[in-house]
């Protein structure tokens, strides 16, 4: 079984920047597909980017677009979503998942691996 761990969550002013980190443990080792989500108070979770590990190719979420970038490190199986420039719309629990074996990363609802989350907490 494969597990995730965020960290990196916190507080920070409208802005400023935060980086979130996500390891992967267990098996499978790797996942085809790694993304970060959010659930902001009293919104659904949603999609925010994601990474698919073979050839890095990226995708985001147009709220975060120019802003957030997601990335990877192969060598410590860890994903990262550099924040920039946040909003406090941005406030909200993000989440790490993965879906090991997809070939289309940007499809939401197929992600099945989660971690538990860490908070975000933007100020104006």
């Known amino acids: 079984q494969m597990y995730l761990m965020e960290s990196g969550g916190g507080s920070v002013q409208a802005g400023g920047s935060l980086r979130l980190s996500c390891a992967a443990s267990?098996?499978?080792?790797?996942?085809?597909?790694m993304g970060w989500f959010r659930q902001g108070p009293g919104k659904e979770r949603e999609g925010v980017a994601s990474?698919?590990?073979?050839?890095?190719?990226?995708y985001y979420a147009d709220s975060v677009k120019g802003r957030f970038t997601i990335s990877q490190d192969n060598a410590k199986n860890m994903v990262h979503l550099q924040m920039n420039s946040v909003k406090p719309e941005d406030t909200a629990i993000y989440y790490c998942?993965?879906?090991?074996?997809?070939?289309?990363?940007?499809?939401?609802?197929?992600?099945?691996?989660w971690g538990q989350g860490t908070q975000v907490t933007v100020s104006s």
């Open positions: 998942a993965a879906n090991p074996i997809a070939q289309i990363c940007d499809i939401w609802s197929h992600y099945n691996v």
């Open positions: 990474i698919y590990t073979r050839n890095g190719n990226t």
């Open positions: 267990g098996y499978p080792y790797r996942s085809n597909c």
